[in-house]
């Protein structure tokens, strides 16, 4: 059993938009429905938790009505924090899950190869995420603003989701954050308190994520070249 939580809770504070940027429509489609049916075309995906504000339940609802998702679902009211949510989310996975996606929820464009490749990883080796190497040219600043050196690029990755885990992998490794009163605003880094090693996906394909305004013409660019 795989099962996929994906994380809808948040505010898109960055957005600056009276509307919640999850359902901002893009190419059709609110953002948060493009970034469902890739779970739900996933082969390897067996159920969905989705991890949202309560009080947003029947929105929701709504969409996999509207949507017609045929997968079984759960909704789960978030956290404070995203690992909270996150956290939330795994105590209502399936008993029998083995590997668990976790999917950012304003990344509608997430390929169903990098899913599958992540839950390979995964089953594999206990750990994977998403990634793309670091291609523009990095530097490190004073506290001025002024360059204080070049960094090496060769060994740097910008990690993104779905980032899969053998469930005991990732409930161990969150409960040592949750011990130790850390907050990690990614899930691989709490598997560096375990000491889990986690391998690094390359993605194919552009995955962007929602994040300001300036995003959506680009991700709708995507989308609309996309087919399911």
């Not at 059993?1 to 938009?17: C, E």
Request: glycine content about 6%; some cysteine.
């Amino acid at each position: 059993m795989t099962s996929a939580i994906i994380v809808a809770a948040g505010k898109g504070t960055r957005m600056g938009l009276n509307a919640d940027k999850l359902f901002v429509e893009v190419a059709g489609r609110p953002v948060i429905a493009h970034t469902w049916q890739r779970f739900e075309s996933a082969a390897c995906i067996d159920e969905i938790v989705l991890v949202i504000r309560d009080g947003m339940q029947d929105a929701f609802s709504d969409l996999a009505e509207r949507f017609g998702y045929q997968k079984k679902f759960r909704l789960v009211a978030g956290g404070k924090e995203r690992q909270d949510s996150v956290w939330n989310g795994l105590q209502c996975i399936a008993a029998d899950a083995e590997i668990v996606a976790i999917q950012d929820g304003a990344r509608p464009c997430t390929s169903e190869a990098i899913i599958a490749d992540t839950v390979r990883a995964a089953r594999e080796g206990g750990a994977a995420v998403a990634a793309q190497r670091v291609t523009d040219t990095i530097k490190e600043a004073d506290e001025a603003g002024f360059i204080r050196h070049n960094v090496d690029r060769s060994r740097l990755w910008s990690v993104q989701t779905p980032q899969s885990f053998q469930v005991r992998v990732i409930r161990q490794a969150l409960e040592a954050a949750r011990q130790r009163g850390l907050m990690v605003t990614d899930d691989t880094a709490a598997c560096e308190l375990t000491g889990q090693f986690v391998k690094l996906i390359e993605s194919a394909s552009p995955n962007p994520k929602v994040t300001t305004p300036s995003d959506l013409p680009y991700i709708e660019l995507l989308l609309t070249r996309n087919v399911y």
